[in-house]
């Protein structure tokens, strides 16, 4: 069964620090990893999609790496600010699971100005 | 250059009725997904379907849920004789073709159950 794990589910950091947010997944054979930005009662915001291919993916403050052999992504938020408060999702596609793209339960980050 | 619209935003049912929720799908996009998130959760696969037809429903329940995708207007997923446990945000997402091919999503409509 494809799982996908983030772990913590919350974490409050604060404002100017540099932070991780860690997924991990049951499977090697991925489509592609997602991370999404969810504000509370919102919809979810694409932030970085890594292909099966790529090793990593970044905008602006964030990163994002993909180890597809030990089943683990990494986002990387530099320089944190408190608009940067919200609940980070991480969506795996995998191949066995055809249509679907399974979601983490995600990491709510507090940035504490 | 629309995204996906998903509408209502937000919809208020008493236990028993009916809840529609609709999906427009990205310009060009054939293929759609009905995702569910319960409070406090993330999201779960409900169904796929293409044009007129359901290719996965997996992930809805099996009694008072449907949806469909018919070949003109936009995707409908309904809920008969709702239930508090229905309260929920349910989020579409469309893709160009199925597969591999990025999903992307909408605002999502939030169900609230009286």
């Known amino acids: 069964k494809q799982e996908v794990t983030q772990i913590p589910a919350a974490l409050s950091v604060p404002e100017g620090e540099n932070l991780v947010l860690n997924c991990s997944f049951t499977?090697?054979?991925?489509?592609?990893l997602q991370w999404f930005r969810q504000d509370p009662g919102k919809g979810l915001t694409s932030l970085l999609l890594?292909?099966?291919?790529?090793r990593e993916q970044t905008s602006g403050r964030l990163n994002a790496s993909l180890d597809k052999s030990s089943g683990r992504s990494t986002l990387y938020i530099a320089a944190s600010q408190p608009g940067d408060s919200a609940t980070y999702l991480c969506?795996?596609?995998?191949?066995?699971?055809?249509?679907?793209?399974?979601f983490g339960s995600g990491t709510r980050l507090s940035i504490r100005p | 250059n629309a995204g996906v619209m998903q509408n209502p935003r937000h919809l208020v049912r008493r236990r028993g009725q009916e809840a529609r929720l609709r999906c427009s799908p990205m310009?060009?996009?054939?293929?759609v997904y009905w995702y569910r998130q319960l409070p406090e959760e993330g999201l779960k696969f409900m169904v796929y379907?293409?044009?007129?037809?359901?290719?996965?429903e997996s992930g809805m329940p099996k009694e008072r849920f449907s949806a469909e995708f018919p070949k003109e207007g936009p995707s409908i997923l309904r809920i008969q004789q709702v239930v508090r446990g229905d309260s929920a945000a349910y989020f579409c997402?469309?893709?160009?073709?199925?597969?591999?091919?990025?999903?992307?999503f909408g605002d999502g409509t939030r169900l609230s159950i009286l």
């Open positions: 379907l293409q044009k007129e037809n359901i290719i996965d």
């Open positions: 969506a795996v596609h995998f191949y066995s699971s055809a249509s679907k793209i399974i």
């Open positions: 997402a469309s893709s160009a073709t199925g597969d591999n091919q990025p999903q992307h």
């Open positions: 499977d090697s054979a991925i489509y592609n």
């Open positions: 890594i292909q099966s291919s790529q």
């Open positions: 310009k060009g996009h054939s293929h």
